[in-house]
T-cell receptor, first 111, second 120 residues
């Protein structure tokens, strides 16, 4: 499986934008970039995914580099509820097989 | 709440005992996944079902682990002769299989709250 690299932790202030980076230099042409997050004491939840173009939804935006070797999850206005571990995951062909999680980025939000 | 549910939420057992966990997926979802998560790590994939068929098993799933989904609805995960290393959070997820060629249909996975297993 192609691997992703994320910082172990990041800190941000409430109501400010947060940019969470992910490197995936060995990504293949058919790998989709997915982001999930896991709030404390909960199971992971889907955030967003994309292939080549930038994507927006109600939770976040996903900016994908032109060479697709990196991507950035953008939380436009962080709240305390966004404090979680964020996982960047590559999924082959957009298929529905088991997900390969790394350690993710622990996002800390300061009030 | 029509999300994924898991039972029990917590289980404490003694080494050598058998345990069984249950997962009820979202009703219209035909794919069901099991993951294991230890402290400080991301979830690790164990196995998944499409309807009642078990399509993939991770090498992490030793012979002591068995999963079933007999009627394509709820699933059970049994661990026989538990060991202290089995202590972890066991997560279940489900997804809906969209139309078209299955491997090319992305489907968001919805996770349950997990069952925390402690083996003494």
């Amino acid at each position: 499986d192609a691997k992703t690299t994320q910082p172990n932790s990041m800190e941000s202030n409430e109501e400010e934008p947060v940019h969470l980076p992910c490197n995936h230099s060995t990504i293949s042409g058919t790998d989709y970039i997915h982001w999930y997050r896991q709030l404390p004491s909960q199971g992971p939840e889907y955030v967003i995914h994309g292939l080549t173009s930038n994507v927006n939804n109600r939770m976040a935006s996903l900016a994908i580099a032109e060479d697709r070797k990196s991507s950035t999850l953008i939380l436009h206005r962080a709240t305390l509820r966004d404090a979680a571990v964020y996982y960047c995951i590559l999924v082959w062909g957009g298929g529905a097989d088991g997900l390969t999680f790394g350690k993710g980025t622990h996002l800390i939000i300061q009030p | 709440d029509t999300g994924v549910s898991q039972d029990p939420r917590h289980k404490i057992t003694k080494r050598g005992q058998n345990v069984t966990f249950r997962c009820d997926p979202i009703s219209e979802h035909n794919r069901l996944y099991w993951y294991r998560q230890t402290l400080g790590q991301g979830p690790e994939f164990l196995t998944y079902f499409q309807n009642e068929a078990q399509l993939e098993k991770s090498r992490l799933l030793s012979d002591r682990f068995s999963a079933e989904r007999p009627k394509g609805s709820f699933s059970t995960l049994e661990i026989q002769r538990t060991e202290q290393g089995d202590s972890a959070m066991y997560l279940c997820a489900s997804s809906a299989l969209a139309g078209g060629v299955s491997r090319r249909s992305y489907n968001e996975q919805f996770f349950g709250p997990g069952t925390r297993l402690t083996v003494l």
